[in-house]
C-alpha cells in the first residue's frame, strides 16, 4: 500500500533554509511521477517540483527554481526538498504526491497524482 509521510517542516525567517523530507512505503509503479506540491490559504495548489522516475528528470515551478531542489534516496525510499533562500510566498502548507507517468512524461497538474500525504505546514515571516 503506496503512503507517503512529510516531515520537516516549520516557522523560519526570510532568506532562511529548511529541507522537507516525505517518506515513501512503496512506489505505485516502477515508473512515477513523484514531488511536491504546496497549497496557501485561499488560493489553489500548485506543483512545486516534480521528478520522472523513469527519465530521471526534474521540473520546477518557476517561483522557486534555483532556490529549492528535489532529491530522492532510493535505498531509503525518500524524497526530499531542499529550500533556500525562503520568502513569505513560499508559506503554505507542502505535500508530497506520487502519480502515473503519461506517455513518458509527469503532466504538472495535481489530478494525475494519486497518492498524497498528510502535509507539513511552511511559514516564512519577516
Known amino acids: 500500500q503506496v503512503r507517503l509521510v512529510e516531515s520537516g517542516g516549520g516557522s523560519v525567517q526570510v532568506g532562511g533554509s529548511l529541507q522537507l523530507s516525505c517518506v515513501v512505503s512503496?512506489?505505485?509503479?516502477?515508473?512515477?511521477?513523484i514531488g511536491w506540491f504546496r497549497q496557501a490559504p485561499v488560493k489553489e495548489r500548485e506543483w512545486v517540483a516534480i521528478i520522472n522516475t523513469r527519465a530521471g528528470g526534474t521540473a520546477y515551478g518557476y517561483s522557486v527554481k534555483g532556490r529549492f531542489t528535489i532529491s530522492q534516496d532510493n535505498v531509503k525510499n525518500m524524497l526530499y526538498l531542499q529550500m533556500n533562500n525562503l520568502n513569505s510566498e513560499d508559506t503554505a502548507m507542502y505535500y508530497c504526491?506520487?502519480?502515473?507517468?503519461?506517455?513518458?512524461?509527469?503532466?504538472?497538474?495535481?489530478?494525475?497524482?494519486?497518492?498524497w500525504g498528510q502535509g507539513t505546514q511552511v511559514t516564512v515571516s519577516a
Open positions: 512503496e512506489y505505485p509503479a516502477s515508473n512515477t511521477c
Open positions: 504526491a506520487a502519480g502515473s507517468i503519461v506517455r513518458s512524461y509527469c503532466i504538472l497538474d495535481q489530478r494525475y497524482f494519486g497518492y
